[in-house]
């Protein structure tokens, strides 16, 4: 199966180039907050031909804390949007969060336990792992250099050692890195004043 990833096109979806796939997944931050963008961007992904697409929300997708109900109805066929569940697709078991540290905008909470308690939702099988936040240590750091993941993510994935673990928000530490047998992948579009941008992954699983 090959799976696309970008996450963070903060409403530039339209310039990404996407490659062909079996599933794109999308890590969270489709818009700056703004409704018309994630119409657009439910209608960008009605007209990609990959078989499955799946996106988790970002803090900046307000929308999708405040009424996910209503847009999970607008879904395209073969699409899902993923808030602290899971999907199974053809035996890859899938899991999805837009839970981040707290910072600005949507889907925050407290370090420590407050997050800790989405985190142990994650299942013991999961073989592709979404998250909007990064995990502590791991294409978290910022363009000032701290790192900003969650450490009881990192503890987490520690444990589960999923094939493939997808996530963006830090937008300077796009990239990819092995650890542990895991696939860690910060799939960031954007970057800069949003004027450059970064390509799409191909992963294999």
């Given at each position: 199966m090959k799976i696309i990833f970008i996450s963070d096109t903060h409403?530039?979806?339209?310039?990404a180039d996407i490659p062909e796939g079996d599933v794109l997944i999308h890590g969270g931050d489709v818009t700056n907050?703004?409704?018309a963008q994630m119409l657009?961007?439910?209608n960008w992904l009605a007209e990609l031909p990959h078989t499955y697409k799946i996106f988790i929300g970002g803090n900046m997708d307000r929308?999708?804390?405040v009424d996910s109900v209503k847009y999970h109805n607008m879904l395209p066929d073969n699409t899902f949007y993923l808030e602290n569940e899971s999907l199974d697709l053809e035996g890859i078991h899938i899991w999805g969060s837009p839970m981040i540290p707290r910072f600005v905008g949507a889907f925050n909470r407290k370090r420590g336990e407050a997050l800790r308690a989405y985190w142990e939702k994650i299942p013991d099988d999961v073989d592709?792992?979404?998250?909007h936040t990064p995990p502590a240590g791991i294409l978290d750091r910022t363009s000032m250099g701290f790192s900003v993941g969650c450490k009881d993510l990192r503890r987490r994935v520690n444990e589960l050692e999923p094939r493939l673990h997808l996530f963006g928000h830090?937008?300077?530490?796009y990239g990819r890195e092995e650890?542990?047998?895991s696939t860690f992948v910060n799939g960031s579009f954007v970057r800069g004043f949003f004027q450059h941008f970064n390509a799409p992954f191909e992963l294999e699983i």
């Open positions: 409403g530039k979806h339209r310039k907050g703004r409704e657009d961007f439910l929308m999708l804390e592709v792992l979404i998250t830090v937008h300077e530490s650890h542990n047998g």
